[in-house]
Each structure stands twice: as C-alpha cells, then as structure tokens.
C-alpha cells in the first residue's frame, strides 16, 4: 500500500477531514496520514482505540514512536495518559491495549537502528519546557539522535520565526490553536510534511502547540 510515500513531497492533511479505517485488530481504527508497504512498512498515522481493545503482541523491526493525543494508551510497561510521548527502539515488541479508549499519532518503521533508546515522557509535566530560539517561543525537547529532533513547541499569539530552509526536511502536527506560513494555514488536526530543503516563514497570529519531527525525512528516505 502506497499513500504519499514519496518523502520527497510536501503534504499538507486535514485530519479531521479523514475517514476512520479499520485496522486488522478488532476495535482499532486508523487516519493514514502516509504509508510505504503492509502492516509492517513505514506508516505514520492517527490511531483509534475503542475502550477495552487492544492490539495482539507484535515486535517492531523499524522501531515506532508515538504520542498520546486522547484518553489512556497502554502495555506492559505501563499507563501513557494524553501527552505521553514514546519511543520504542528497532526490535523491541510489546502487547498494547486501553481500557476507556485513545488516540495517539504513530510513526512505524522511521529509526535509524543505532538509535536504541526506550523514551517515555509525560510532556504534561511543567518541568523541560525552555525558551525557544526566538521570543514567543516555547520548546519541550523529547529526543535527538544524529540530525534528528523531536519537540513540542509552543507559540504565543504574534509570534513570527525567521525565514528558514529544513535540510533534512520536517513534519508538523497541530496539536492547538493555529499555525500559518505563506503557503497556507494550518487549524488544530492538520499534518504537515515538507520535504528536505524545504523553505518557510512561519508564523501564528493566534498562538497555537504543535509536534514537530525534523532532520530526518532524509535518512528515513534511504532506508
């Protein structure tokens, strides 16, 4: 299955505007966002749990990162409330389930091998949050390997960043309030992609929280 795979293109989704799929275990749903292969390709999506569903013990060849946007996602490691955010590296496996339901953004498939760290943060928490590179900006770091980044950040109203190129490409998701560039604005639920050597001059009149993953659409691009 092939749904903007090639990492080299820029997409812009409104989530919300999506169909929920079944997935093949009973119970979970899916928003494909973009997808290279079966059920065990690289994929980046949005999942439903129904409350009391859960998925069957699985390992993960290409590691898998998520975070937690609604309810309790859970497995045997423990509870992951809305705002966790989780990487399990290359082989790992477990057996993950919810007893009132969630929803969680999941990227499968996307690690370099060498990156073996487990990663569990509760991003609710006030504590990490640091001043971002410009003023109105707020920064939670949640993992960097190599040119790889993942962070939260936080706009206040009127705040503007610099004009700026992404080497390595990034991708964006509205978590609330609204992002803008000059390509367009970008409500709570949209996802962005842009590709390596992308350029934008972003801004949020507003204020708005967002998820961003940059510098490694390259790397994910040859494996």
């Not at 949209?190 to 993953?213: A, D, M, N």
């Amino acid at each position: 299955m092939q749904i903007n795979d090639d990492l080299m293109q820029r997409v812009m989704i409104q989530t919300p505007a999506l169909r929920w799929v079944d997935s093949p275990a009973k119970g979970v749903q899916r928003r494909m966002l973009d997808r290279d292969g079966a059920e065990s390709g690289r994929a980046t999506s949005l999942v439903r749990f129904a409350p009391d569903s859960y998925f069957p013990e699985h390992s993960h060849p290409g590691g898998e990162e998520f975070l937690v946007l609604e309810g309790t996602f859970s497995d045997g490691a423990g509870d992951c409330p809305a705002g966790t955010y989780v990487r399990n590296p290359v082989g790992s496996a477990h057996t993950p389930f919810t007893k009132d339901g969630c929803v969680i953004l999941v990227k499968l498939c996307q690690m370099d091998a060498a990156d073996q760290d487990f990663v569990r943060i509760d991003t609710t928490q006030d504590a990490g949050w640091q001043p971002g590179p410009v003023d109105g900006l707020s920064l939670r770091q949640l993992h960097a390997f190599g040119n790889e980044r993942v962070a939260l950040v936080r706009w206040r109203p009127g705040t503007r960043y610099v004009h700026h190129e992404h080497a390595g490409g990034e991708e964006i998701l509205v978590l609330d309030g609204t992002l803008a560039d000059e390509h367009g604005i970008y409500p709570p639920g949209t996802w962005l992609r842009l590709p390596p050597g992308s350029e934008h001059t972003p801004f949020s009149e507003e204020g708005c929280t967002v998820y961003i993953k940059s510098g490694h659409l390259d790397h994910v691009q040859r494996t």
